[in-house]
Every structure is written in structure tokens, then in C-alpha cells.
């Protein structure tokens, strides 16, 4: 989820380690008034968006692209000749900036459901929002991806 939401390697892994100091550190404070999962992704999701908040204060210059382009599991390259995999990479490079450029909001609720195959209900929930508004924010998240993205292909990853 961290990488999903961060796409940095460094932060993520950071994001991770300070996510589970979190649970450690406040596991008295849970009630068991929702699932235990619902409860991770909420820290989980607070700790993110801290980090997206301190890149921001931070105002980098320029777009920071991902190493490793394999963060949205499109399947096994390796049987790809180099040409189609040289194009499966500038697709998946497309996709992510076009993913960075959604408001914040929707690009959290875009990614659990995308990435972590969270549903609405659990997106809710995580990010203390009513499902209508999670509803809303995932379909303006699709409509401003197919605006973007003018490829078939990746139309068909939305």
C-alpha cells in the first residue's frame, strides 16, 4: 500500500517501518470497533500521506519517475520482445504520471481500490469519507485518466 501511494522505493520502506512502530506503539488504543485491517490501513494511510505532505513542503523540481516500472504488475515482461517491453515501460511511465497528477484524495482512493483491490466500503472507511464521496472521488479519478491517457491500452488499465 505504502509503495502504491509513495511510488519511492526509500519512502516506502521508511512509510512501512513507521507504520508498524504505529500499530506497536498504539495497539492499546484499538477497540475493536471495526476490523483490525481497516484499522492498519487508516495508519497506514495517515503515515502516507504524511510523507506526501512533507514531499510537497519540500518543493522538488521536476517529476520523479520510478526506477523500477513493475509497480503496476502488468505481467511477466520477460516474455516480451524488446520492443514490446520498451513499450509496456513508456505505457506504465505514462500511467503513473498521469496517477501522480489526481488530487490528493483521489489519487488515495484511486490507488486502494486499483492497487490494493480495496473495496469502496473498506476505502470509506480508511479515510474516514462516506461511500458516496469515495464513489465520486474514484470515478473523477477515472475520468480525468481517460482524458489523459489517449492510449487504448492504457484506457484499458483504468
Avoid at 485491517?37 to 520523479?64: D, Q, V
Avoid at 516480451?80 to 488515495?108: D, G, T
Avoid at 470509506?124 to 491500452?153: G, V, Y
Amino acid at each position: 500500500m505504502c509503495w502504491h501511494l509513495l511510488h519511492n522505493q526509500e519512502e516506502a520502506e521508511d512509510a512501512t517501518q513507521d507504520v508498524f512502530i504505529a500499530i506497536y506503539q498504539s495497539k492499546h488504543l484499538f477497540k475493536g470497533e471495526s476490523q483490525l485491517s481497516t484499522w492498519i490501513h487508516r495508519i497506514t494511510l495517515n503515515k502516507c500521506l504524511e510523507y506526501m505532505r512533507r514531499a510537497k513542503r519540500k518543493k522538488r523540481f521536476g517529476i520523479k519517475v520510478p526506477i523500477d516500472d513493475s509497480f503496476l504488475g502488468r505481467g511477466d515482461e520477460s516474455q516480451l520482445n524488446p520492443e514490446q517491453e520498451l513499450m509496456e515501460r513508456e505505457r506504465s511511465k505514462a500511467f503513473y504520471l498521469a496517477v501522480q497528477q489526481l488530487s490528493e484524495n483521489q489519487r488515495v482512493a484511486y490507488s486502494l481500490h486499483h492497487f490494493e483491490d480495496l473495496s469502496y466500503k473498506e476505502i470509506s472507511e480508511s479515510m474516514n469519507l462516506s461511500l458516496s464521496a469515495i464513489e465520486s472521488l474514484i470515478f473523477r479519478a477515472k475520468q480525468h485518466l481517460l482524458k489523459q491517457l489517449k492510449d487504448p491500452i492504457l484506457q484499458n488499465w483504468i
